[in-house]
């Protein structure tokens, strides 16, 4: 029986084929994946917040490589390296090709909201549905904000925490943390909750830092 595949032309001309996965490339999978969190220790607990390398080794290189055929696979480093519009056509053949490795079929559009700001300027967020290119920034961002982190613990809860995950699904360039951060809190709010109607997911942890806040916020003044 033969197996279906699907060829994606990467932006410098190279095409790289995605095949369905078979017994060998399932295993493949399960063996990269222990690579990988055996390269940065995560298996034992030894490491620090992931940088957006590593987030890139756990969470998407082992799938991407497992079911790629005929030229040898490039390594994790190559591949992070790839514009992040290859890594989503990459991400997104697999995802079509290898549908029981998600917990959803490969989705054909994705979702987008524009805010207009009181200034009149307009931000589009879209929906990240796991994308490498919406992903990898928000850890990227992360990573700075963990790399340079401000003095302030209320400035550095934004740039650590609050920041990437706006910021992360913003399409284009978003603006500077230091430059939201000092947004009307009005309009950041516009931004935050346009964000969490995109992606929910990345907002649990947030949710309940924000319901924390207001508790402790609500104490005071009892």
């Known amino acids: 029986m033969?197996?279906?595949n699907e060829i994606v032309t990467l932006s410098d001309g190279r095409e790289i084929t995605i095949s369905e996965n078979d017994w060998g490339m399932s295993r493949k999978l399960n063996r990269l994946h222990d690579e990988m969190e055996a390269e940065i220790k995560i298996a034992d607990g030894s490491t620090g917040p992931m940088t957006a390398l590593e987030s890139f080794k756990i969470s998407f290189y082992p799938m991407m490589a497992a079911v790629v055929i005929g030229e040898p696979v490039m390594s994790p480093e190559d591949a992070f390296s790839l514009p992040h519009t290859d890594l989503d056509n990459?991400?997104?053949a697999v995802w079509r090709q290898n549908a029981e490795w998600f917990?959803?079929?490969?989705p054909k559009d994705f979702g987008s909201e524009l805010v207009t700001l009181r200034d009149g300027s307009v931000v589009q967020l879209a929906e990240?549905?796991?994308?490498?290119?919406?992903?990898?920034?928000v850890a990227h961002l992360e990573e700075i904000g963990m790399e340079h982190p401000k003095e302030d613990p209320e400035e550095r809860l934004f740039q650590q925490v609050f920041y990437p995950k706006m910021a992360g699904c913003i399409v284009g360039d978003p603006p500077e943390e230091n430059e939201m951060r000092s947004w009307p809190t009005a309009e950041i709010n516009k931004v935050y909750e346009a964000a969490k109607r995109m992606n929910p997911s990345w907002f649990f942890v947030l949710d309940a830092i924000s319901e924390q806040a207001r508790d402790a916020e609500e104490k005071k003044r009892e």
Do not use: N, Q
């Open 90 to 92: 990459w991400y997104m």
């Open 128 to 137: 990240s549905k796991g994308r490498p290119s919406f992903v990898l920034r």
């Open 103 to 106: 917990d959803d079929p490969a």
């Open 2 to 4: 033969e197996k279906e």
